[in-house]
């Protein structure tokens, strides 16, 4: 059974740091790319960061390039985004998404169910 379960979400002010953790299971973990989501109240959900199922490759949007950074422990089946310098547009639900392709050429995408990230003085 596939699971990505994040956590690490909750109230931060602004000029603050979290650290969303997403754990995965149930799958090959380190064939996959991973990707954090976020998606804001009356907003579609947007690409937040991706990173290569080997970790050589990082990409952020320009919203959170500098401030935010996603990396990987293969070893423990965990993705984590380091969120630096928040503000209050950073405000949303983090999903954490694995994607790959099947040896049938299939897609292969699985989500978590999101944390909470809200950022407010």
């Known amino acids: 059974q596939v699971q990505l379960v994040e956590s690490g979400g909750g109230l931060v002010r602004p000029g603050g740091s979290l650290r969303l953790s997403c754990a995965a299971s149930?799958?090959?973990?380190?064939?996959?790319?991973m990707r954090w989501y976020r998606q804001a109240p009356g907003k579609e959900r947007e690409l937040v960061a991706a990173?290569?199922?080997?970790?050589?490759?990082?990409n952020y949007a320009r919203s959170v390039k500098g401030r935010f950074t996603i990396s990987r422990d293969n070893a423990k089946n965990t993705v984590f985004l380091q969120m630096n310098s928040l503000k209050p547009e950073d405000t949303a639900m983090y999903f954490c998404n694995a994607r790959s392709v099947g040896t049938g050429g299939q897609e292969l995408d699985y989500w978590g169910q999101g944390t909470q990230v809200t950022v407010s003085s």
């Open positions: 990173v290569t199922s080997i970790g050589g490759i990082r």
């Open positions: 149930g799958f090959t973990f380190s064939s996959y790319g």
